[in-house]
């Protein structure tokens, strides 16, 4: 993360920007964006210095709607461009935005490769267990009986489960959050980007227009019980044991980011030369 | 969860004012937010009704400026005004919007917000123990029980659409 | 015995005999003494133990492809050797040096009459402690080259300096059984001496070249994924970047490398990464959207057979046509391509400097043939191109990203300037890079884009075109190397021709071309491509003469000189 002037209080609306979202009202993602704004503001970092990525998708339009730099990619390849960026620029704070789509069907490998990478950066997936900007289609989260155009009947095929994964993968940080819940999505987004290596936050983000049935995951979340631990193991039995609306910071790990040194050197480019010379 | 869990402390008048004033705020914030979804969504009769609402709740909120004469209460509500869990009590829940709904609609969401803004107040009232507080409380919840009538009153106009209220006969359009 | 300017030797051994070894040292033997010389090899499938063919070809000037035919071919052993009948031509004036206990020798041997030398390279070398048949094999070459012993072990003892003195002794007394023994042949030829060279001489590969061109131009980041023949591209940089601050980052595929370099470019720091035609094929939609966003990247593709999986260790010319017309959606972006392994470090530090400057994607088509040969080439010129991106600083006011500058060129805001931000997006958007599907922004961004490329000046870099004539020998890439030679041997026999060899093949010259091709009358396109891909190119973007006639062939076997050189020849 980029050095944070606290002699400057930032309110959340300098890191909005005029551009209208086209979410369907109702939508989740209004619930990020407003988490975004008021982390980057608790953590007053100049709007210039931080960068969000992000592919494809109804979560993947969060970059323009901020007022930082951001990067609207191809579909799935977000971590990816973020990792060119980041070790190339460790000055900045990269936030990498995504969907269950994204981030874990078509980006899975990326997703799999970034935990394992651990450059110090923030993930955060949007999931709401559909595709919505392709009119609802089953993603790798979307439970196996719901039916859809595409999967008559339902895909009868496992979810996945993003936070075990990116445990095993080797994340540093791993948290699940709810976008009706703004103010602590903001408190948790603020550790996970103040976190060394690579953060995982996973927020469930209802879809009003093809998931009308998510509405009630308001009445569903509650905080985690207990305090994140730090041991690997513990995090693993109680992430693959709660029942997917167990919200807050589940897991802190201390792995060194992945940072080589960068920056310009003093040697000449004939010395490169030295190896062809006859 | 309950809208008003982990809400700020309030140990003082000035506590109460700048939480006052930080409701009213943020319930202008979401009024506006609203506003400019069903801009988008091209939903011109709620897009009036929510900038209307963000008007009458902006002014609420210069008033409190006013009340709290030369406190700064701006600065104030912006260190001490946090609702931890959960969101500020007179902000309209966003997850019930719907690009078309109707003005009844937008009634009730506000009707909502300003019962708990009520709620919340009378809490204070019956929790504080600092006499200043219990009377601004008082009169706070005295105001928003006026809100709360005006907002019945405007509802008579409005009368609960039919079940047919969400129909679109066009199927959603698929993007990217 | 007359001196012959040019002398080839192809030496074949399998289960770890050792061939390439000999070839590379017997190359590195003659260039330190002044000669010039080009190794490349051919290879069975096998990662270790396989067959393997070093073809090693001296001369007293640079030379970039391979002879028509090899005067001395040395059997460390046989086994396996067949398969490459179609890349070591064996004629009757060929030496053969054949070990008896190596197996038969292959027909292309047999039914070549050729002088057969037997000698029991194998035995000999048991007669050493820890000795080597092909040291014996190195040494027969370097006598019958006219070397001496010091030269020849000096290369040997370079590459087994951490093997300690036991090894550098036992390849020693092998090299000395070798020269004793190569005493008794007659040879019969006996390459010309070597001319004094005016300037400092380089031994290296096509990708070295290419990786040395890139740090050059001013790239800083790679990202690195495996694949054959471009992976020596990856590791020279590897270390290199370390060494002027750069890094290199192994990425989990082809699609992540593209993203990376992209990422590392929109923050400013020039980007690279090599592959070849399997990983071109994943690259092709961020490359659309480097096109879209206008983000600088270098795309090294070390072509190989294709399609598929293909021939990984075998030159083709045949990803022209991806490189050219793979990306979706009018996407105007430059395709360079090199001309030997010295304009390999040239055109890829070129095609960084363009990339930069045009704030475009380039893709630089090399090829495995001068990708993974090393050559003794005259040290190329130092050339004035470094990356010279046009970036926004001092922002007041509203940043418009894609603004409609008159070049086309609207300077890049990079992260960290205040009042720069934006989104970069694959969306058509308007000048700030607002997402819009409206008609005059989607055209106006196209247009953009295609006139930055168009208007500029790319100078006379765009294609090398030597010498005059009615007929024009059109070609690219590493063909360009035998095309030249055979025009050289058809000018010997009174016949001119131009040399026309593209190095920019996107934004296309049509004016330069036509005035290239000013009193030619006949066009030749040669290619290694099955389809003709160069040629339909041609056809479709520039106006040829009446009379084109076409050579083309596809790999594996590479296009010699002596096939341009009767086609030339017998187009009366």
């Not at chain 3, 007359?2 to 040292?25: E, H």
Request: aromatic fraction near 6%; hydrophobic fraction near 40%; glycine fraction near 10%.
């Amino acid at each position: 993360m980029s050095t944070v002037d606290t002699r400057i209080a930032r309110k959340p609306a300098e890191y909005k920007s005029d551009i209208k979202p086209i979410w369907c009202p109702g939508c989740g993602d209004y619930h990020v964006l407003m988490s975004f704004t008021r982390a980057f503001a608790q953590l007053g970092l100049p709007p210039e210095q931080i960068v969000v990525v992000s592919g494809i998708g109804c979560s993947s339009r969060i970059p323009a709607y901020t007022n930082c730099y951001g990067f609207h990619g191809v579909h799935g390849r977000s971590l990816a461009l973020a990792a060119g960026l980041k070790v190339t620029r460790p000055d900045l704070t990269v936030v990498v935005a995504s969907g269950d789509g994204d981030g874990y069907s078509i980006g899975g490998n990326h997703f799999l490769h970034a935990c394992r990478r651990n450059i110090d950066m923030t993930y955060v997936v949007m999931d709401n267990h559909i595709y919505g900007m392709t009119k609802g289609q089953p993603s790798p989260t979307t439970e196996p009986e719901f039916d859809t155009a595409l999967s008559p009947g339902g895909t009868r095929v496992r979810p996945f489960h993003p936070l075990v994964v990116a445990l095993a993968s080797g994340a540093n940080f791993i948290a699940r959050c709810f976008s009706g819940e703004p103010n602590e999505t903001a408190a948790v987004l603020v550790e996970a980007i103040k976190h060394p290596g690579f953060s995982f936050v996973e927020i469930l983000s209802p879809c009003v227009t093809f998931r009308p049935d998510e509405k009630a995951w308001k009445d569903l979340v509650h905080p985690a019980p207990v305090t994140a631990t730090t041991d690997p193991g513990k995090a693993a039995r109680r992430i693959m044991t709660d029942d997917g609306f167990n919200l807050g910071i589940l897991y802190r790990g201390n792995r060194e980011p992945f940072q080589p040194a960068v920056g310009a050197t003093n040697i000449d480019l004939s010395e490169l030369e030295k190896d062809f010379e006859l | 969860m309950s809208k008003t869990a982990g809400s700020p402390k309030v140990a003082n008048l000035n506590d109460l004012l700048a939480v006052a004033y930080q409701i009213e705020t943020d319930a202008v914030d979401r009024y506006n937010l609203l506003a400019d979804q069903m801009e988008t969504h091209n939903n011109a009769e709620l897009v009036k009704v929510f900038r209307d609402l963000a008007r009458a709740e902006g002014i609420h909120g210069e008033e409190i400026r006013r009340l709290s004469g030369d406190f700064d209460v701006v600065a104030h509500a912006r260190q001490i005004a946090k609702f931890e869990r959960g969101e500020s009590p007179e902000e309209a829940e966003l997850g019930s919007a719907h690009y078309l709904m109707t003005p009844w609609h937008a009634l009730q969401l506000s009707l909502a917000g300003e019962e708990r803004a009520l709620a919340y107040f009378k809490s204070i009232v019956e929790t504080a123990k600092d006499q200043k507080v219990k009377d601004m409380a008082a009169e706070l919840v005295e105001e928003e029980a006026e809100h709360v009538n005006l907002v019945h009153r405007l509802l008579r106009r409005y009368p609960q659409p039919s079940e047919s209220w969400a129909e679109d006969l066009d199927p959603p359009v698929p993007q990217e | 015995m007359a001196a012959s300017p040019s002398i080839s030797i192809a030496i074949v051994g399998s289960g770890g005999a050792g061939a390439l070894t000999t070839g590379n040292s017997l190359l590195e033997a003659a260039c330190a003494i002044g000669w010039h010389g080009l190794f490349t090899r051919t290879l069975g499938p096998q990662i270790r133990g396989g067959e393997a063919a070093a073809l090693v070809r001296l001369a007293v000037h640079p030379v970039e492809c391979l002879p028509d035919r090899f005067d001395l071919l040395i059997g460390i052993d046989w086994l396996n050797a067949h398969r490459f009948g179609s890349e070591i031509q064996v004629t009757p004036g060929t030496l053969v040096i054949s070990d008896p206990q190596g197996g038969d020798p292959p027909p292309m041997v047999t039914r070549s009459g050729a002088r057969i030398v037997e000698i029991p390279m194998k035995q000999m070398a048991k007669a050493i402690r820890d000795g080597r048949p092909n040291m014996i094999a190195l040494g027969i070459a370097g006598r019958l080259l006219g070397l001496g012993v010091d030269q020849v072990v000096a290369p040997i003892a370079k590459r087994l300096a951490d093997k300690g003195p036991a090894a550098i002794e036992a390849s020693q007394a092998g090299i000395k059984v070798g020269f004793g023994v190569a005493a008794g042949i007659d040879f019969g030829m006996q390459l010309a001496a070597p001319s004094a060279s005016a300037t400092r001489r380089w031994l290296l590969s096509g990708n070295e070249a290419t990786a040395l061109g890139a740090i050059r131009g001013g790239v800083r980041f790679a990202a690195a994924y495996p694949i054959t023949p471009a992976t020596e591209v990856l590791e020279w940089l590897a270390p290199s970047l370390a060494k002027v601050g750069g890094v290199l980052l192994q990425a989990e595929d082809e699609l992540a490398a593209i993203n990376m370099i992209i990422g590392s470019s929109f923050g400013g720091t020039p980007a690279l990464t090599a592959t070849s035609g399997p990983g071109l094929s994943l690259m092709i939609e961020a490359l659309g959207l480097a096109t879209s966003a206008e983000i600088p990247i270098v795309v090294v593709d070390v072509m190989r057979g294709g399609p598929s999986t293909g021939i990984p260790t075998k030159s083709e010319q045949a990803d022209l046509n991806i490189a050219v017309y793979g990306l979706h959606g009018d996407a105007p972006h430059l395709v360079l391509a090199p001309q030997s392994i010295g304009d390999c470090m040239f055109t890829t530090q070129w095609a960084t400097y363009l990339a930069e400057t045009l704030q475009s994607p380039a893709i630089v088509l090399s090829d495995q043939f001068m990708g993974q040969a090393r050559a003794a080439i005259d040290r190329p010129a130092d050339v004035a191109f470094i990356g010279a991106r046009s970036v926004a600083t001092d922002i007041v006011g509203a940043y418009e990203r894609y603004a409609l500058a008159a070049n086309g060129i609207s300077p890049m805001a990079i992260p960290g300037t205040r009042g720069g931000q934006y989104t970069a997006d694959g969306l058509t958007h308007s000048e700030r890079g607002i997402p819009t599907s409206g008609a005059a922004d989607h055209r106006a961004q196209l247009d953009k884009r295609r006139d930055k490329l168009e208007h500029f000046n790319f100078g006379d870099h765009w294609a090398m075109v030597e010498g005059a004539g009615d007929l024009a020998v059109l070609t690219w890439g590493s063909v360009t190397s035998s095309a030249r030679e055979a025009i050289g041997r058809a000018a010997a026999d009174g016949i001119n021709a131009r040399l026309i060899a593209p190095r920019l093949l996107l934004p296309t010259q049509p004016e330069r071309l036509q005035a290239a091709l000013d009193g030619v009358k006949r066009i030749l396109v040669v290619e290694q491509t099955h389809g003709g891909q160069f040629h339909r190119y041609l056809r479709a973007h520039y106006d040829l003469p009446a009379q084109v006639r076409v050579l083309n062939r596809p790999g594996p076997v590479p296009i010699t000189a002596g096939e341009v050189y009767r086609a030339i020849t017998e187009w009366r």
